[in-house]
């Protein structure tokens, strides 16, 4: 069983920039794809972007250009760098886990994170 621990969420300008972390634990995390979802307020879960376990990355048209994913295994931790937010942008975060998922899907997901809150202001 994988936990997963977002941290790094918080408010900030917009154009400014914040860097997500997702720390594993329970278990490795490069035999995983990992994906980062956010949920907008009044909005359902939508995909982000995501990182297979071999190195290859995916991007939701909002994200690219702007936020860049990347894992270090020997940290067990996935980062999401995001640069130039948007108000658009305010959501609440989640780190997910799992084998041979379609990117874009959440419920291949095996494991969730309990989220990071991200606020962007003007």
């Known amino acids: 069983q994988v936990q997963l621990v977002e941290s790094g969420g918080g408010l900030v300008q917009a154009g400014g920039s914040l860097r997500l972390s997702c720390a594993a634990s329970g278990g490795t995390i490069s035999n995983y794809d990992m994906g980062w979802f956010r949920q907008r307020p009044g909005k359902e879960r939508e995909f982000v972007v995501a990182?297979?376990?071999?190195?290859?990355?995916y991007y939701a048209d909002s994200a690219k250009g702007r936020f860049t994913i990347s894992r270090d295994n020997a940290k067990n931790t996935v980062y999401l760098q995001m640069n130039s937010l948007k108000l658009e942008d305010t959501a609440v975060y989640y780190c997910a886990a799992g084998r041979s998922v379609v990117f874009r899907v959440s419920y291949q997901y095996d494991f969730w994170g309990q989220g990071t809150q991200v606020t962007v202001s003007s």
């Open positions: 990182i297979s376990w071999s190195g290859s990355t």
